[in-house]
Each structure stands twice: as structure tokens, then as C-alpha cells.
């Protein structure tokens, strides 16, 4: 299938807005959809211009364009938005990233480097694992294995659990109508494929590679990606900087947006 | 809050809990004294992460956060919390977020143990589904008194080996195996004999074939074996011989011995055209079945060029099916005549297509491809009825004429050509029979002339007229002219066209003349296109004729209007130095 700049609107459901000369790339991370950006655009779309979209499985993007073969690993997310980038022809693109997407990102860039002009991670981390005795993820397996039982909890049903024994794992009649409009409402088999590739995944050897200059904002408190993590990524990305900032959480986008959108606009300042 | 307030909480068989947005526990009523073992203000300023699990903390960070801070609100998530303990304990939560009382948000944790074990009894139902469906599956896809993959099993292989090998490179055998006088085995010695020899034969396909083949009983003493490579069709049918030879080789059952053969049909994958499944089943099949009829115990292998034909037979029967229902076929007349006298001795009936998209067609164009088909009879007997209609409208108007008509042989030959006759010749009681000529092609396969014989004798007797149509054309002429007594020998056009220039072809014409006298026949000759066949004719002895020169055949409804003007100015012009006489002199 040829994409064309329509397709792509519509299968990763991109909203632009603002106007300004600078753009910048949004992305959400895993779990919820780009209006987790809703607290930050108030200040940044009077300044830039901001191209916000869910990954194809998440928010009010087109199921029917989900494959679990190329959304299982990050490599297929990232794909998502080198087509974005592409059939939109943005260009000098400042990549917004949250959690896992900051990830998808690196691989993203690393795809196209031309394209983009600078990498801002909210809460990254490279890998969620612990692999002692160098790296600190901050989870062993079991208790990502333990995640992935609870979303299966969280989606009990006839439909998501029994009906791929049933009717084959690759009946298309699993991935039927679009998702209800409630915030994080996703499809179960979406949301577990996504879990899997962002939390059993190990994507530290993409950090020296990484040639952008990179913000890194790094919670203060965060179970999910903690400080260590922020220095370990700043030690190995080579034109990086680390800001830890005085919060608690992982969503801080969310929970403290004057001060996350502050960062932001200093970065791209003195980039500009 | 006042303390009956919170002694009123307290009694909740729910955990109520406060915290911030910055996960600081602010309130916890004393469930979580009595359920996790935290004493009482123990939880107070803690971290909320403290009673949820790492992998709670994954789905609080994911989905309760974001969920909290944009809706306001999360309805039943299902976590584990820990107890002091670090027991893990799995609770369903919700929570409300007040943004008046400084973004304060409002938990309820409930016991999931009920959930829990529903989850569990849901898990092990899986489970047993999934064990009940493998074994359906196995079970819908094996033969389970050879243990073969069976039917159903071997058309699915086949359908998903044509579906996801590369075409470039897919290429197989098909082979359809029946056994030889099986149904002797069961008869003789018992069904419980003849499930043996199944198994037997079972056994000794898949030992001589290859793991990657796929060996199927497709019912009864039927089997199929698709044939992973082809190599060459030459090595395929050498595998299949062998596969032969190995069947029909003795074998003990029972402390009898037993002997059976195998009649084997295969046909090869790709084709020049797209084939499916069911029709390289069906290919085998047919070759199985040649097999069978030339002598069992052999290989056969499908004739694509026989199957082609075969539908173009089929297409073309629809066709004209269709077209007699919508009374496309037309009969034309070609009137015969004395060409001495003038007199107009009948008209031969010739079926014609008023085709709507080709225009008028000609029997050559459409009679081969249903040659020998049902579709050919029904035409047949239209032609038939058709031509006597027609010939009492022309009696009942006073017309005198004669009409005849062509039989095909496979007709003529068909058990129920007489009874055909009878029943055209009941719908016209008064018609007198004499009117009537049948033409039989003599170039037609008559393949049984004594059956032929016995019609044309049984049609002669009462009154009908017969005749030998194209006279010399066929191989058999003579020792048909013998065994067939008919009243009319018609000279083949083909001779009459090259009469004036072959001195081959005069010849075989004074010969046909000779036998005509010989036999007592009347004559005619076909295909008279100018005044000069018709005087060599003439001048031989023959002077019955038609053809262009005379008339070219016209619909029904035009001869009435030829005859008379053949009669007034017609005949003198073709005839320049002859005068006619009445129509009924012959």
C-alpha cells in the first residue's frame, strides 16, 4: 500500500496545531494516547508548531491498520512516525518523547537523522530491567510477567481471552470498531503487545548512537525511570543534557506541566 | 472530619484512603489496619507505592495517573497490594480526584479474591478448551481407522500449501489411489477383513513415500497422496508405478493371504491455467477412473486437453440451451428441383441460429461442440417437430411439397429415436408420411449399422423416405449402401464442385449415378452453383438438384412466393432452353 500524507493523517489520528516556525514531534508513551499532552500544548502552541498522533493500536488511530507483527517490537512504532515525518515532510523536527516513546524515538532518528533536530525525553529509560550488575532498570522479570497478567485481569472477557483460542490468534474479527472515546480505553491485545515491546525490551546500545542534541528530564521520584537511569543515559549519549526536576511520578507532562513546558522552551531557545 | 465521622469510616468493609497528586498518603481508615496490617496512622505521609505492587506501580504510572488527571475519575483497576507482611493481595481500586480540595484524590480498594478466583476458574476453562479444541482438531483432521490425515485435513494442507508457497517454486503430484476389487474383500471375508487391508494399504503408502508427502484416506478404499517435489512428470509416474507394484504385492492378514491391486490417477501442479483444490481432486479422480476402465492395476495420467474440452462442451451446451429456450433456432428451406422439367420436388429443412450478437449462424459453427450430448437430442427432436409443423401448414394451405430432414447419426443411432418419431409424428395424425425424407449423413459415425438398419427399415415401412446425404464421402459408403436400403442417394456437393475441372471427381460421380440405377434409388446432387454443373449433370443422368444456382435456403415464410415465381419466369431464366411443368410432376 502506497501511504499517502491523508492515509497517514487518518491511520495515526495527527492533530496540528499552532503555527510556528519551530515544530515539534509528540509522542505518547505506552498505556494512554496523545491527549496526555493536553496540559502542555496551551503553552507551546502559541509558539511552536505542534504535530501530535497516537500510535496506530492507541487513542482514535485506525485498528485496521494494526499488524501485532510489526507493533510487537519498538522498531514498528518508530516506523510509525519516520512515515509521519515523511508523508508530512517535516523538517528540523524536535522530537517530544514520553517514557518508552523516547525509545521510539532514538530509533526513529537514528532511521532518518536528517529530519530532526533535537530529542526531548520526559522520563526515559532505555530498559526497564534490571541486568546486574551494571544496569538498574528497576524491575526483575517476574514482576514485568506479573504486569502483563494484571492487564490480562484488567481485560477479563469472553471476547479478548477466550476468542483468539477459538477463533485463531489471527482472525481479523478481534480487531473489530474503533475503541470508545475514554482516555486510555485500549484493546487488549494492543496494550499487552505494547507492554511486552517496551518492557522486556533493552535498548541501551542505541544511546551512543544517538548524534542529536538531547534534553533529558528526569522525575525526581519515578519507580519507572528513576535518576540513576538519567545519569546512566546522559554518561551515554554523547551530546546530552540531564535535568532532574523536584517531582514525584512518571507522568510529570501531566502532574507538572508549567514547569515541564519552562524546560522545553529554555532548550529549544538556546538551540534556536 | 470529627471523630464519629472517621470512627464511621472506620466500619467500612472497604479500604478508604486519601492521597495528593504526589502519591503522600494523607487518610486510611482502619481496613487497612485489619487487611494489610498497617497500624493505625501508619500509612500517613507514606508513599502510596508502598502498598502497590511493582507491577502496579507500572499500571499506576500508565493508566490510573493519566487516567485521574485528565477524566477526574478511574473506575475498578485490578491491582495487587502488599501487606506489611509483603503479602501480595489482589484488590480492585477506584478513584476520584477533587480539584476544589487541593487536587486531594479519593480511593476505594475493595477485595478482588472473588474476581481473583473467577480469573483462575476462567484460566484453567481455557485451558481445558484449548486441550478439547487440539483435540477436535485432531480428531475433524484424522481418519481414525487409518490414522491418516484425512479429507478435510488434506484439502486444507493443500489449500494453505497454495496459498503461502511462493508460486515461483510450488510445484506437486497428485495422486488419487482406489483399491482394486476391495469391495470383493469386504463381501468375502467381512468388514472387519477389509478395515485390515485398509490399514495394510495405509501403511504401505506412507512406507514408501517421503515424510514431507502427505499420504490422506479421502473415504471408503480411496486414497490421496500429494507429492511434495516435481521433479519431472517421468519420475512422478515412476514413484506412483512403484507405489503399484507395492500394493499389488501378497501380504498376510490373519493367516490368510491376501492380494489386492490399486488403479492410480495423477495430475501435476502448476497448470497453464489457475486450478484450485477441488479441481486437481477431481483431475486425479478422472484419471483414477481412466485407469479403472482400461484394466485396473495402472497408472493414468489427467489429460488437461480433454478436460478443456470437455468444458467448452459444457459452456457450449448452456449456450445453446439457452438459445432454444429463447427461440433463437430458425429452420430454413432450400428448395430441390427437376432441373429438366422445372418441377419443384420439395425443400430440405437447415437449422439456423439467429444469433443476437453474431447474427445468422450455420449448424457448422455450433453442431461439433455439442456433438453426442443430450443438448444435441433436444435439438434434434425441435428440428424434428419443427419441419413437420411446418410442412402440414404448407399441405393445410394447399402447397405441394415434400420436406426433409437431417438426422444426425448419434441420433438416429439413440434407443430412443424411434420413440422421438412417433411422438413428432402424433402431433400431425393426417400428415401423409410420403412428405417426409430423412436425411441420414452418411459421413456420420455409424457405429452400429445393423441398429441403424433396423430404424431406416422401420421408418421406410411406413412411408417415410430415406436417404443417404453427402453419398461418398465416408469412409464405409459402399457396405452402408448395402446394408441400408434407402430411396434417395444424394451426391456430395464436393464432388459436384470440382466435376467440370476433376476428372477424379466426374468419375466418383458416374459411379454414385451407376449405383443409384444399380440400387434403385432416386438421385439428386447437392451444391449446383452454375448453369454449367447443371447441364454436365443432366447430361449424365442425374436431373435432380439444388444448390445456389437454383435457390439458397430462405425462411418458411419466403418459399410459398419463390415457388411461384420459379414457376411464372424463375426456371426459364435459369433454364433459358427449358420449359417448367406443374409442381407435382416428378
Redesign the interface.
Known sequence: MILTKEKVIARNNIEILGSGSTTLLMAHGFGCNQTMWYRLTPELQSRYTLVLFDYVGSGQSQLSAYSEARYSSLEGYAADINEICTTLDLTQVHLVGHSVSCTIGMLAANNDPERFASQIMVCPSPCFLNLPPDYHGGFERSDLEELVELMDRNHMGWASYLAPLVMGSTSPDLMVGELSDSFCSTDPLVAKTFAKATFFSDYRHLLPKNQHPTLLLQSQVDALASVSIGHYMQAHIPKSTLHVLPTEGHCIHMTHPELVSQEMITWLNRLA | MDDSAIASIDQFPVGCLVSD???QIHYSNQYFEKRYGYARNELLGC?L?VLL???????Y???I???I???GFCDE????LTTKAGEPL?AVISAYRDPENNERIFWSVGSAAR??Q??QE?TE??EL??KK?SLLRSLSETDQLTGLPNRNALTQHMDHEMAHRDPETLAFTLAFIDLDGFKEVNDTYGHDMGDKVLRWAANRLVKNLKKEDVVARFGGDEFVVFLDTLDDIASAKKVFNRLINKLSEPFEVDAMTIQISASIGITFYPQTENVDTGQLLRQADQAMYQAKIAGRNQLSVFDTATEQHQKYTLKSRNVVQTAMLDNQFELYYQPKVNMRTGAVLGAEALLRWNHPDEGLKSPATFLPAISGTSTELSLGRWVLITALAQLQQWLDQGLDMSVSINIDGYHLQHPEFLNDLTTALSGFPDLPLQRLELEVIETSTIEDINRVATVVTSCRKIGIRVSLDDFGTGYSTLGHLRDLSVDVLKIDRSFVQNMLHSSGDLAIIKGVIGFASAFECDLIAEGIETLQHAQSLMELGCENGQGFYIARPMPANMLEGWIEDWQRQGFHRHFPSLKPLGPTQK
Do not use: G, H
Open positions: 497528586i504526589n502519591r508513599d507505592f505492587s511493582k507491577a502496579s506501580q507500572i499500571m504510572d500508565s493508566f495517573m493519566p487516567m488527571v485528565y477524566e483497576i485490578r491491582v495487587t489482589p474476581s481473583e473467577l480469573f476462567l476453562t481455557k478448551l484449548s479444541i
